[in-house]
């Protein structure tokens, strides 16, 4: 079993920055895809980005959806089981629940295959608001 634990949302203004962290327990981390996701109130949830596996995988190490390119960064501390996404020039039309979540394989995967079903261990979630 797995449990993934999500920190750091919170308020902040449009235009500011945050910081999330998964953590995991039960398991390590390191041989899994993982991947970021969020829901707006009345929306689909949606993924913004998403982390390959250690341990050499011959495609891209990350993916992140169009809306987020250039402003999030996704990244892993193997070491304390961690995965965070940075985002940066927050907008206010993305105040949203965000969730991590566990690729249920540890084979190597291309990152823009996995469908939102192919992760089998999420997170509560945490609240980002972003005021105007």
């Known amino acids: 079993q797995v449990g993934l634990v999500e920190s750091g949302g919170g308020l902040v203004q449009a235009g500011g920055s945050l910081r999330l962290s998964c953590a995991a327990s039960g398991r390590t981390l390191s041989s899994y895809a993982m991947g970021w996701f969020r829901q707006a109130p009345g929306k689909e949830r949606e993924c913004v980005a998403q982390i390959s596996g250690s341990g050499g995988n011959p495609y891209s190490a990350t993916y992140y959806a169009d809306s987020v390119k250039g402003r999030f960064s996704i990244s892993r501390d193997n070491g304390k089981n961690t995965v965070d996404l940075q985002m940066n020039r927050l907008r206010p039309e993305k105040t949203a629940v965000y969730s991590c979540?566990?690729?249920?394989?540890?084979?190597?995967?291309?990152?823009?295959?996995?469908?939102?079903?192919?992760?089998?261990?999420w997170g509560q979630g945490t609240k980002v608001t972003v005021s105007s």
């Open positions: 979540a566990r690729y249920f394989s540890d084979s190597t995967v291309k990152l823009e295959a996995i469908r939102e079903y192919d992760y089998d261990y």
